[in-house]
């Protein structure tokens, strides 16, 4: 099928992640998330802004900042939506917030996004796709936004995204032997 290229190429958007201040670390990607979470039983407390302008703040265990490609993995467990994976924006989920009013946010892929750690926090942890950590102390500043690059991924016609969500995650599974017609019939 490859050779007769009976195929589709997907371009993905991945996130940049960067510990500013400190200049001896490169920048990190992630194809699906970047977390900072607590690194011990306590509560972090976040503020994001987006282009420098303060946005919210959190008292949570964390907070996943996720791509389309990523809002089907920790960032949908934690309450995210669900975004289609060609499109580019990032998803802001809190993780247990420890506020009603602590929603996610869906933001435009243009903007910056900077987590500042409340300067109390005795240590946090940014986590990058799972894989790669990184220790952070109180008073610390993460800034992700979107890679100056795309990830190519191959997709073959029977794995749709919708059919991905309906066969993984029963997203919109219908009763057996029931078709969506069936349903709008009297």
């Known amino acids: ?49 987006s282009d420098d302008i303060y946005t919210c703040s959190y008292a949570a265990d964390g907070l996943i900042i996720a ?3 990523g809002s089907t993995a920790y960032s949908l467990a934690v309450g995210g939506p669900i975004l289609n994976p060609r499109m580019d924006a990032m998803i802001a989920s809190p993780i247990a917030p420890h506020s009603l009013a602590s929603r996610p946010l869906i933001f435009s892929a243009d903007e910056n996004l900077i987590l500042e750690i409340a300067p109390d926090t005795d240590q946090a942890m940014m986590t990058v796709d799972g894989q790669v950590s990184v220790s952070l102390n109180g008073g610390g500043r993460i800034r992700v936004r979107k890679a100056d690059y795309y990830v190519s991924l191959i997709r073959f016609e029977e794995n749709s995204f919708y059919g991905i969500l309906q066969s993984k995650l029963h997203w919109g599974v219908l009763p057996a032997g029931e078709t969506p017609e069936d349903q709008f019939s009297d």
Do not use: F
């Not at 991945?14 to 990190?28: H, P, S, T, W």
């Open 67 to 69: 791509t389309p490609t």
């Open 1 to 49: 099928r490859l050779r007769q290229s009976e195929y589709e190429i997907e371009n993905r958007m991945v996130l940049e992640a960067r510990v500013l201040g400190d200049d001896r670390r490169d920048c990190i990607y992630a194809l699906n998330d970047v977390v900072v979470s607590r690194s011990d039983v306590r509560m972090i407390k976040l503020a994001l802004y």
